[in-house]
């Protein structure tokens, strides 16, 4: 069965970057982190949520472990959360299916340091019951602009 265009779109970043990783559709959603981790059997850690932050009128995307929170005064001075037209407009996918690459144009990215812990991460991959596995390393390589910092 053919994947979702929008998932389809991940899956060819992912092909285009080198990653080996492969977009799979759960019958189960995945919009949250735990129903995520619970849907593909990981630690609610394992599951990197993608969140969208604003700083000085610009996106600021943040890749934070499913078992942390975002401290937003780490981020710095008047940062907010992203309303959710602001998602869509900075990142072309909704909340809860936003990945953590392939946006148009590329957002500056924070990783935050916990994510280390594992060695495989699993990602949203474009709509809300996708995901796709990673290696936690090969995908901060792939974020080559990304800070990786203790944010939570």
Excluded: Y
């Excluded at 700083?55 to 078992?67: H, K, N, Q, R, S």
């Excluded at 975002?70 to 602001?86: C, H, I, M």
């Amino acid at each position: 069965m053919p994947l979702h265009p929008t998932a389809q779109r991940v899956q060819d970043h992912l092909q285009a970057l080198g990653l080996e990783a492969e977009v799979r559709e759960l019958a189960d959603s995945t919009r949250t982190a735990q129903e995520a981790a619970d849907a593909v059997g990981v630690e609610l850690g394992q599951i990197v949520k993608s969140l969208v932050f604003v700083a000085a009128d610009e996106p600021v995307l943040c890749l934070c472990a499913g078992d942390r929170r975002v401290d937003v005064g780490k981020l710095g001075e008047g940062v907010r959360q992203a309303k959710a037209d602001e998602v869509r407009s900075a990142t072309g996918f909704a909340i809860g299916g936003v990945p953590p690459l392939g946006h148009d144009p590329p957002l500056r990215t924070v990783v935050d340091a916990s994510l280390r812990r594992f060695e495989t991460v699993w990602c949203a991959g474009g709509t809300a019951n996708a995901v796709f596995p990673v290696d936690v390393e090969a995908l901060i390589a792939a974020l080559p602009a990304a800070e990786v910092r203790e944010i939570s």
